[in-house]
């Protein structure tokens, strides 16, 4: 049952992330990319990865793409003035970016494997996969301590440099 | 009655190759109301709109409907205008501070440890104090007061 | 509190033995999941009523509050009057202007109502005591029991943004889109507040998961003792996500017509007004199971599960009645002092609040835990009386025809 959910929604997943990237209409493409995030949580879901399913739906589709509907909606990006910008040489630049992207990633997960990072069939059966927020709480503020401080460097980050970028058209 | 109702509700589904399809174990079986629900939800809107559009009375068209309301005169300017950029700096805000907030829960639940809870206090203060300080500055610029234009 | 009553051990039916509760290895049966998908029925329903009621009760109550009567033609006491007001968004044009873009006009109202409705998944509404490992507890019921009831609640929430935004912005309007707009940053700047607030509960009960939080309350006190600062600002920043006076400026019916909703006419506009209800119902919903013992009441509900259920709707039952009461009473804030009150004061205090409930937590001093509360409250009442000395002080009243100052 849970392959053939992960199948539903990750087949949603990827149709809404494929009419997202063909719309014209540039808040149409938002709203399928949403509907793209949903699908991706419903599998972190079948996963049993709670927390991160929650915070996929909490953070990217209800903070990040209201963002994105802003910045398009403040833009008033129309369809006329994208056609012009697009030349007869993105469709192969395009594919020979998909292209390098698989490449790419094919070798660092084959590196990866070779690492072992990868659990094998014994250690699987004995993982214990707990997606719940006390063993998050538990490894964030453990094992990941530093990178948890870090993160607030970089928000901090974001913060002064989104004030200090609209600060120079406020005034 | 009630015992043969216990009973009857008491019964494993009919059928072991169909038992793995309610997702027999753990907490991802409780998943399942929810995504019932959110059906029930869309069929409900759904079938509200296709209602009213079947019952609703058909009247011709005119300019006068199909256009923007305006307070009873034609609309004057396009709808799309500029906006102001700082919805844009509250929404790049919000994603920030969200993901502030989205920190704090696990934090919170792993709070209740005894042992470590002085260690967990002071990372933490260390943190919002971080983000503390990002949201002096948004005030202290003015970013968000919208009065000043 | 919780042996008060003891001795009248609860009855609860077998029936809800296994709908609420699974067998000892987790696996849930035929009848746990007939039984939940009933529930999810029977709560669809009732919510969709109690939108009905609110629509009547707002009618009423404002005009009580106005010293009239109100709708009370249809039905007794008007109570049918909702009945009256569907048929008649049913029925009437479905008008679908010229200028907008048909499919995201007509998608609008469905993203407003659809998590309006599922959040109430994880509510739990009523519950009964059972004996677990030797131990009563409080187990209550919801529709699906997550660990992670909090986390649902506030991702559905930030869902219901995009209705508006995108109702606004297919309208091809001025105003809807500047409603809409407005409405959006509105409600994602009080989203920040609304889940600071709800961090203090999750510290003290060591849980997200809302029965769990219910049953907290149960064996130690009430939230909103020792949390009442977190309990206002979580009503307040309700009133601001559900877009309710005095935080109603986006649809503002004086100022933006009827703001990103002015396009939109019969079912869908009846569908925006009905998410609004409901999110409002839940909203309530939400106050009562995190900051006022949900179900519970002092052991009372001990009585049996019928007690629950009927503590949890009167309690909700009085906050939507708040919602109607503030709407009636206090006059709108200006989008700028809304939007620096959200940023600029709710902001701060939460996180200073979680901060010191941390403290108070880390450091095991309990008494603190009413020193605070007791400190925030007379920090408000302080404000106030400055408030209102200051007011007083700058009042200046007119010069009389003489041009003289008159006497204070």
Not at chain 1, 69 to 95: H, N, T, Y
Not at chain 2, 66 to 81: F, K, L, S
Not at chain 3, 165 to 173: F, P
Not at chain 3, 183 to 191: K, L, N
């Amino acid at each position: 049952m849970t392959t053939v959910l992960f199948v539903v929604f990750g087949g949603s997943a990827l149709a809404s992330a494929l009419l997202a990237v063909t719309r014209k209409n540039p808040v149409a493409s938002a709203i399928w990319l949403v509907g793209m995030f949903f699908g991706l949580a419903g599998v972190y879901v079948v996963l049993e990865a709670y927390f991160v399913a929650a915070v996929q739906v909490l953070v990217y589709a209800g903070a990040i793409m209201v963002l994105f509907l802003f910045v398009i909606m403040l833009l008033d990006l129309r369809s006329k003035q994208l056609d012009l910008e697009a030349s007869p040489r993105m469709p192969i630049l395009g594919v020979c970016a998909a292209v390098l992207f698989v490449v790419v990633s094919g070798m660092a997960l084959m590196d990866a494997h070779d690492a072992g990072i990868f659990p094998d069939a014994a250690e699987r059966a004995t993982l214990v996969l707990d997606g719940s927020p006390e063993a998050i709480g538990a490894d964030l503020f453990g094992r990941w301590l530093l990178a948890f401080e870090v993160t607030s460097l970089l928000l901090l980050g974001g913060i002064l440099g989104a004030v200090i970028l609209t600060k120079r058209r406020l005034t | 009655m009630a015992t043969t109702l216990d009973s009857l509700l008491a019964l494993d589904f009919p059928g072991a190759a169909l038992a793995g399809l309610f997702l027999a174990t753990g907490d991802l079986v409780e998943y399942v109301p929810v995504l019932v629900m959110l059906i029930f939800a869309v069929l409900f809107a759904g079938a509200n709109l296709g209602l009213s559009f079947v019952l609703g009375a058909k009247g011709k068209t005119n300019p006068v409907k199909e256009a923007a309301y305006e307070c009873g005169m034609p609309p004057i300017t396009d709808a799309h205008q500029r906006f102001s950029v700082k919805f844009y700096l509250v929404a790049i805000l919000f994603v920030l501070f969200d993901i502030e907030v989205v920190f704090l829960y696990p934090w919170a639940v792993h709070f209740g440890e005894k042992a470590l809870q002085t260690f967990l206090f002071v990372e933490m203060l260390i943190f919002i104090g971080i983000l503390f300080l990002g949201w002096w500055y948004v005030i202290r610029k003015g970013a968000v007061n919208w009065a000043q234009e | 509190m919780m042996g008060l009553l003891s001795s009248t051990q609860v009855a609860t039916a077998p029936i809800f033995a296994h709908i609420f509760s699974r067998a000892d290895d987790g696996s849930a049966n035929f009848g746990w999941v007939i039984g939940r998908i009933l529930l999810v029925l029977l709560i669809v329903h009732v919510l969709l009523i109690l939108g009905a009621l609110m629509v009547w009760a707002e009618r009423r109550v404002s005009a009580w509050m106005q010293d009239r009567i109100g709708p009370n033609r249809v039905g007794p006491h008007g109570l049918l009057q909702p009945l009256a007001d569907l048929g008649k968004f049913m029925f009437k044009e479905d008008v679908i202007p010229g200028h907008v873009n048909k499919v995201m006009y007509t998608i609008a109202p469905l993203i407003s109502t659809i998590p309006a409705l599922i959040t109430f998944a994880v509510v739990p509404f009523g519950g009964s005591y059972e004996m677990v490992d030797g131990k009563e507890v409080a187990v209550s019921w919801q529709i699906a029991n997550l660990d992670i009831g909090v986390l649902y609640i506030l991702a559905v929430a930030g869902i219901g943004v995009y209705g508006i935004t995108l109702g606004g912005w297919a309208s091809n309007s001025k105003y809807s889109l500047l409603g809409g707009v407005r409405a959006s940053a509105q409600m994602i700047s009080y989203e920040l507040s609304l889940g600071l607030a709800i961090v203090p509960v999750v510290l003290m009960a060591g849980s997200l998961n809302l029965g769990e939080i219910v049953a907290y309350q149960a064996e130690n006190t009430w939230l909103v003792f020792t949390q009442p600062l977190a309990c206002f600002i979580f009503l307040v920043a309700g009133y601001a996500e559900t877009n309710r006076l005095p935080f109603d400026m986006p649809e503002s019916e004086t100022e933006l017509v009827a703001g990103y909703h002015t396009e939109f006419s019969s079912m869908k506009f009846a569908l925006f007004f009905l998410a609004e209800y409901a999110n409002m119902t839940v909203a309530a919903a939400l106050v009562v199971t995190l900051y006022l013992g949900g179900w519970t009441l002092f052991g009372l509900e001990q009585l049996g599960w019928g007690m629950a259920v009927l503590i949890f709707a009167l309690k909700t039952l009085f906050f939507m009645f708040a919602f109607i009461w503030v709407r009636w009473t206090i006059p709108r804030f200006r989008y700028d002092q809304l939007m620096n009150l959200g940023w600029g004061v709710f902001l701060p205090l939460t996180l200073v609040n979680v901060v010191l409930t941390a403290g108070a937590i880390a450091l095991d001093q309990t008494w603190l835990f009413f020193l605070l509360p007791a400190l925030c409250v007379a920090a408000a009442l302080f404000v106030a009386y400055m408030g209102l000395k200051r007011e007083e002080e700058q009042f200046q009243p007119l010069p009389t025809a003489a041009g003289e100052k008159g006497s204070a």
